[in-house]
């Protein structure tokens, strides 16, 4: 039976339309807010147990409209770290406290955030190493499993590259629908994806795939120089809500 709780609704249709936009159009990152909005009224476990499927939906219609311009050579440097990180947070899931998690990454977003208005880039060399790569896979791939929040180190590592727009979200879609996808087996394990939280995932989908459509809208209407201004925009703001959520 899906959730009858009529004020679960009212944060869980504005998270997944914000989740649908921002994975449609800017990467992901600014979906870091719908799990903390979505926990104003159900458990953070269950929050995040129903977005996961709704997660992997949005992850087929972005890799659809988006994976002929993804960087496959990135991918390859980013998808065994990501692995890794999705296996350390499930062997370590009831030891590390997403709290601490949370206030670690939202630290890392706001400080690159503060990085890229204040014009100071690394070099694109430096950037683009393997070591970074797999670092900020893994922690991208923790912090997804735990809360969701994987957007954020995954852009840490991405944006200095400068990659065209549509090469940036694409390769950010594919990634993503890679690391939801493996994702399913830490939250079967802890039994977290039970009939009520998939009933109340399939009932929020078709807002999945409007938000989605609209962010794929925006994405081909924007410039590139927009794209990146929000993407960076939607980090600081992302990694300012992690660090007030995790001293809560």
């Known amino acids: 039976m899906f959730e009858t709780d009529i004020t679960f609704y ?20 600014l979906g870091t807010i719908a799990i903390p909005l979505m926990t104003m009224t159900t458990a953070p476990a269950r929050a995040a147990a129903i977005l996961l499927p709704i997660l992997l939906v949005m ?6 409209c988006h994976h002929r311009h993804a960087c496959w050579h990135q991918l390859r440097q980013m998808l065994p770290g990501a692995l890794a990180g999705i296996a350390l947070a499930a062997i370590f899931m009831k030891v ?4 601490l998690l949370a206030g670690a990454v939202g630290v890392l977003c706001v400080l690159f955030a503060i990085q890229f208005y204040c014009h100071f880039q690394p070099a694109a060399d430096k950037a683009a190493s393997t070591a970074r790569a ?22 840490i590592y991405l944006l200095p590259l400068k990659l065209p727009k549509e090469t940036l979200i ?22 977290q994806l039970n009939s009520a939280n998939l009933a109340t995932a399939t009932l929020l989908m078709p807002l999945a795939l409007l938000g989605v459509w609209l962010g794929v809208k925006f994405l081909n209407r924007a ?3 927009l794209i990146y201004q929000i993407c ?4 600081l703001l992302s990694g300012l809500k992690l660090i007030v959520d995790s001293m809560n």
């Open 10 to 29: 009212f944060t869980a249709i504005p998270a997944v339309l914000i989740y649908g936009i921002s994975k449609g159009g800017l990467g992901g990152a």
């Open 59 to 64: 992850d087929v219609i972005a890799i659809a």
């Open 96 to 99: 590390v406290s997403p709290a």
């Open 134 to 155: 797999t670092f900020w896979s893994m922690i991208s791939g923790i912090s997804s499993t735990l809360i969701h929040a994987g957007g954020g180190p995954a852009s």
């Open 170 to 191: 694409a390769t950010m879609a594919v990634f993503f629908g890679v690391v939801n996808l493996v994702k399913l087996i830490p939250y079967w394990l802890m039994e």
């Open 223 to 225: 410039s590139h120089r």
């Open 232 to 235: 960076h925009f939607s980090l």
